[in-house]
């Protein structure tokens, strides 16, 4: 059941009204929100239930196992028979085929003759989000930092909370579970809210993502019949379709969640406005970052302190490459993400030259050239993100660049292209303008005039109406 | 409790000026915006191919011989004239991207009234692959108002087909403007009996073309088992035709021997003139699947003969 399908559009109001009206305490509303959420999950295909009961079960059980038992040898024991299911399941699933291809691949180079023989394996949708959810919540409580959830209702519910269960925010147990604990009460205030950043989530998604999708498959297909200022254009608008998809995507749930009372992390805060990677890093898909920081990152630097400098360096590398793998079993995303952690670690080498400059150029400058490094690299790695393989990559960063490709022939479908073009700015602006809020179009409820107010919404639903692209696009996020 | 009560009805409150607002938006945007400008509004009366003048010439046929179904290719591929010179009175009813879904309703719409003895249907892969949006729309613009046309539409659901029917509304039952469409536009010129002759012009397109690997759609396959049904039931000859398109077009349909043989299962004959007839992919078409009239000429005189057989 996507967020963008008519099915969701009945799912919702029964289940926010159902919830609201028949759910009297907390144990009603948890349970009816378990429900929910398993229908929704088993809207996909049924036999996914089992395997995400199983995880919701393992980790409940070793949860509470962690918390009461006082030595720390078995501590450690259960948490590692957390990792290795969840990180097992996540392996089993997502990686299985492409470490056999690889496998393969790498023996045939050398020689030796492997036939490649794949396994059917269906990727459950949303795997990686809640394998990551429950691994923090096991490894809190192993650090001492989380009770385990009092009742296996909540737990569940926490675990398969449908709003966020297929593409996140990859939310914590602390924040998230607690939540949990307590009756919710209606809040007219929270519920409009919520209503207010679907709405944003959903034009990003279908007016803007969608539209840019359709002409990024175009020029991504048939990029060797297609001149480098058009291969450049399909590279900017994916750029912009991953950010309106994602961070759509994360608006729609988080508003979702908010309609039955539950507060959601920020998984985006205008990352395009960075002028510096570290601080794309704390504005771009935050739940992943933050998780693979706390989780994997500070860890691995504090176990390699001595190595000083050096030991960041190589730490920011590694975790990227897992940022980049966790995305998807394709050489693609390795070195996607061995790109970022090269532009980061660049960035943290030259942390002093570029002090020293910002003081000769001034701040301002500098926030200005800061801004086109980033976004001129993260294009770069784009690229690679969309790619279907590291020749696809390389053959269309190579066609950019060769002069031949310099001449600008006819586009099909060119004044969509500028609708497209429209669409972005008019995103762009309103992200300008409510950066500093909960989400950007918050600062419309700022308005005191609800004339304007609600103006303000109907544009975007005409908008919506009149522009959205009608041909099904799957949420990008969806496939992780 | 009071909250939610006061949340639920500025929801409808807001959801009923919305689409009030929206219904005003739409006519707006029809009205004085350009199309390239309106992408999910398609709503254009005597749009490409000459529907409203085929739907308005049809009202006064009565009784006829054979009836031509299909899309684009149809309509520009089944010159009537040839068949009028042979003595036979016939219709073309074919209209732009049209699918079985919308051949259903078109068929059952006119069956009665032209009680036709032979009915010839063009049928190739991508009608069925087709979501038909495009052919509903033209339906709306051009035809008649009326419970078919809304169940069809809400069927697909589609903002598109919603965006068109709500300007129908307005266009129909509010503006009621009459429209008269050129007999001539560009280079098309609606001929009477429903077909469309295009200056002559010929193909230089390039001579390749990607694998189409189509997907049938569910619906469209259960309105093609209808439509065969529904002719067999009225006791009237079908016969499924595939008019030629050029070689590489024809190549680039992923598998043209199972579409075959599911055509050739069906209890109407079926004929597939891409493999009987030998035309210049240059000189007989004007694009890599539309006839010319040369090309169309040489068709039409060999289904000629293919026909005279069945009506003798």
């Given at each position: 059941?996507?967020?963008?399908?008519?099915?969701?559009?009945?799912?919702?109001?029964?289940?926010?009204?159902?919830?609201?009206?028949?759910?009297?305490?907390?144990?009603?509303?948890?349970?009816?929100?378990?429900?929910?959420?398993?229908?929704?999950?088993?809207?996909?295909?049924?036999?996914?239930?089992?395997?995400?009961?199983?995880?919701?079960?393992?980790?409940?059980?070793?949860?509470?196992?962690?918390?009461?038992?006082?030595?720390?040898?078995?501590?450690?024991?259960?948490?590692?028979?957390?990792?290795?299911?969840?990180?097992?399941?996540?392996?089993?699933?997502?990686?299985?085929?492409?470490?056999?291809?690889?496998?393969?691949?790498?023996?045939?180079?050398?020689?030796?003759?492997?036939?490649?023989?794949?396994?059917?394996?269906?990727?459950?949708?949303?795997?990686?989000?809640?394998?990551?959810?429950?691994?923090?919540?096991?490894?809190?409580?192993?650090?001492?930092?989380?009770?385990?959830?009092?009742?296996?209702?909540?737990?569940?519910?926490?675990?398969?909370?449908?709003?966020?269960?297929?593409?996140?925010?990859?939310?914590?147990?602390?924040?998230?579970?607690?939540?949990?604990?307590?009756?919710?009460?209606?809040?007219?205030?929270?519920?409009?809210?919520?209503?207010?950043?679907?709405?944003?989530?959903?034009?990003?998604?279908?007016?803007?993502?969608?539209?840019?999708?359709?002409?990024?498959?175009?020029?991504?297909?048939?990029?060797?019949?297609?001149?480098?200022?058009?291969?450049?254009?399909?590279?900017?608008?994916?750029?912009?379709?991953?950010?309106?998809?994602?961070?759509?995507?994360?608006?729609?749930?988080?508003?979702?969640?908010?309609?039955?009372?539950?507060?959601?992390?920020?998984?985006?805060?205008?990352?395009?406005?960075?002028?510096?990677?570290?601080?794309?890093?704390?504005?771009?898909?935050?739940?992943?970052?933050?998780?693979?920081?706390?989780?994997?990152?500070?860890?691995?630097?504090?176990?390699?302190?001595?190595?000083?400098?050096?030991?960041?360096?190589?730490?920011?590398?590694?975790?990227?490459?897992?940022?980049?793998?966790?995305?998807?079993?394709?050489?693609?995303?390795?070195?996607?993400?061995?790109?970022?952690?090269?532009?980061?670690?660049?960035?943290?080498?030259?942390?002093?030259?570029?002090?020293?400059?910002?003081?000769?150029?001034?701040?301002?400058?500098?926030?200005?050239?800061?801004?086109?490094?980033?976004?001129?690299?993260?294009?770069?790695?784009?690229?690679?993100?969309?790619?279907?393989?590291?020749?696809?990559?390389?053959?269309?960063?190579?066609?950019?660049?060769?002069?031949?490709?310099?001449?600008?022939?006819?586009?099909?479908?060119?004044?969509?292209?500028?609708?497209?073009?429209?669409?972005?700015?008019?995103?762009?602006?309103?992200?300008?303008?409510?950066?500093?809020?909960?989400?950007?179009?918050?600062?419309?409820?700022?308005?005191?005039?609800?004339?304007?107010?609600?103006?303000?919404?109907?544009?975007?639903?005409?908008?919506i109406g009149l522009y959205m692209e009608t041909n099904d696009q799957p949420f990008i996020y969806f496939q992780f | 409790m009071a909250d939610l009560s006061k949340f639920v009805i500025r929801v409808i409150l807001f959801s009923v000026i919305m689409l009030v607002v929206y219904f005003c938006f739409i006519i707006f945007c029809a009205h004085f915006l350009d199309s390239k400008l309106t992408k999910n509004l398609n709503y254009r009366k005597g749009s490409y191919g000459h529907m409203y003048s085929r739907l308005e010439e049809i009202k006064n046929i009565r009784d006829i011989d054979i009836l031509f179904l299909g899309a684009s290719h149809a309509y520009r591929g089944f010159d009537v004239r040839k068949y009028q010179d042979e003595g036979y009175s016939c219709f073309n009813l074919g209209s732009s991207s049209q699918t079985p879904i919308q051949t259903e309703i078109l068929l059952k719409r006119?069956?009665?009234?032209?009680?036709?003895?032979?009915?010839?249907?063009?049928?190739?892969?991508?009608?069925?692959?087709?979501?038909?949006?495009?052919?509903?729309?033209?339906?709306?613009?051009?035809?008649?108002?009326?419970?078919?046309?809304?169940?069809?539409?809400?069927?697909?659901?589609?903002?598109?087909?919603?965006?068109?029917?709500?300007?129908?509304?307005?266009?129909?039952?509010?503006?009621?403007?009459?429209?008269?469409?050129?007999?001539?536009?560009?280079?098309?010129?609606?001929?009477?009996?429903?077909?469309?002759?295009?200056?002559?012009?010929?193909?230089?397109?390039?001579?390749?073309?990607?694998?189409?690997?189509?997907?049938?759609?569910?619906?469209?396959?259960?309105?093609?088992?209808?439509?065969?049904?529904?002719?067999?039931?009225?006791?009237?000859?079908?016969?499924?035709?595939?008019?030629?398109?050029?070689?590489?077009?024809?190549?680039?349909?992923?598998?043209?021997?199972?579409?075959?043989?599911?055509?050739?299962?069906?209890?109407?004959?079926?004929?597939?003139?891409?493999?009987?007839?030998?035309?210049?992919?240059?000189?007989?078409?004007?694009?890599?699947?539309?006839?010319?009239?040369?090309?169309?000429?040489?068709?039409?005189?060999?289904?000629?003969?293919?026909?005279?057989?069945?009506?003798?």
């Open positions: 059941m996507l967020f963008n399908s008519l099915d969701f559009a009945i799912f919702l109001p029964i289940v926010f009204l159902i919830y609201w009206i028949a759910c009297k305490n907390r144990y009603y509303q948890n349970t009816f929100l378990l429900l929910a959420s398993y229908f929704f999950y088993g809207w996909w295909d049924w036999r996914f239930l089992f395997l995400i009961a199983a995880s919701s079960f393992l980790d409940f059980t070793l949860g509470q196992r962690i918390f009461s038992s006082s030595d720390r040898k078995e501590k450690k024991r259960f948490l590692i028979i957390s990792i290795v299911f969840n990180l097992g399941m996540l392996c089993f699933f997502k990686y299985l085929n492409f470490f056999i291809d690889s496998f393969v691949d790498s023996f045939n180079l050398m020689g030796a003759s492997f036939s490649r023989r794949n396994l059917n394996i269906i990727l459950p949708v949303g795997i990686s989000f809640y394998t990551f959810q429950t691994l923090s919540y096991t490894i809190d409580i192993y650090k001492g930092k989380l009770n385990p959830a009092r009742n296996m209702t909540s737990f569940f519910a926490f675990v398969s909370f449908f709003p966020q269960l297929v593409a996140g925010p990859i939310e914590r147990a602390s924040n998230l579970l607690p939540q949990f604990d307590n009756k919710k009460e209606f809040s007219f205030k929270e519920c409009s809210n919520g209503l207010t950043q679907m709405l944003w989530g959903l034009f990003k998604k279908v007016v803007i993502a969608d539209s840019c999708a359709y002409h990024v498959n175009k020029i991504f297909t048939g990029y060797e019949s297609i001149d480098s200022f058009f291969l450049i254009i399909g590279a900017i608008l994916f750029v912009f379709q991953v950010y309106a998809d994602f961070s759509g995507y994360s608006d729609i749930a988080i508003g979702t969640a908010r309609l039955f009372g539950f507060r959601l992390m920020t998984n985006f805060k205008t990352p395009y406005f960075s002028t510096s990677w570290g601080e794309f890093w704390k504005r771009w898909h935050i739940s992943l970052s933050s998780w693979i920081l706390d989780y994997v990152y500070n860890p691995l630097v504090l176990s390699i302190r001595d190595w000083q400098a050096k030991g960041i360096v190589f730490a920011l590398v590694l975790t990227f490459i897992l940022n980049g793998l966790w995305h998807g079993a394709n050489w693609t995303f390795i070195v996607f993400g061995f790109l970022l952690g090269l532009f980061i670690s660049t960035e943290f080498i030259l942390r002093f030259q570029r002090k020293n400059l910002s003081k000769r150029i001034g701040k301002r400058n500098m926030s200005i050239l800061g801004w086109f490094v980033v976004m001129i690299t993260w294009t770069l790695a784009c690229i690679l993100f969309r790619a279907e393989s590291l020749t696809h990559a390389i053959n269309y960063m190579r066609l950019i660049v060769d002069p031949s490709n310099w001449i600008i022939q006819r586009y099909k479908g060119l004044q969509y292209l500028l609708q497209v073009f429209f669409f972005i700015s008019m995103m762009l602006c309103i992200d300008w303008k409510g950066k500093n809020f909960d989400y950007s179009l918050f600062f419309i409820r700022n308005y005191k005039n609800s004339f304007l107010r609600w103006s303000c919404y109907i544009f975007l639903c005409c908008m | 006119y069956f009665d009234q032209l009680n036709p003895k032979l009915i010839v249907y063009d049928v190739y892969p991508s009608i069925f692959a087709s979501d038909g949006v495009e052919s509903t729309n033209d339906l709306i613009s051009n035809g008649d108002f009326n419970k078919e046309i809304v169940n069809l539409a809400l069927s697909q659901k589609s903002i598109k087909i919603v965006n068109s029917l709500t300007y129908a509304l307005f266009d129909k039952f509010i503006l009621k403007e009459n429209y008269i469409e050129p007999r001539v536009k560009g280079e098309d010129t609606y001929i009477d009996g429903g077909f469309v002759l295009k200056k002559l012009k010929y193909n230089n397109k390039r001579k390749y073309l990607k694998e189409y690997d189509y997907k049938f759609k569910s619906y469209q396959l259960e309105a093609f088992s209808n439509i065969l049904n529904f002719i067999e039931q009225q006791r009237t000859e079908a016969l499924l035709v595939q008019i030629p398109s050029t070689s590489y077009r024809y190549k680039a349909y992923a598998d043209n021997e199972m579409f075959d043989s599911m055509m050739n299962s069906s209890n109407s004959e079926y004929l597939n003139y891409n493999l009987t007839l030998t035309l210049d992919d240059s000189l007989n078409f004007y694009d890599d699947s539309h006839l010319n009239i040369l090309g169309s000429e040489i068709f039409n005189e060999k289904l000629l003969v293919d026909i005279k057989e069945r009506l003798k």
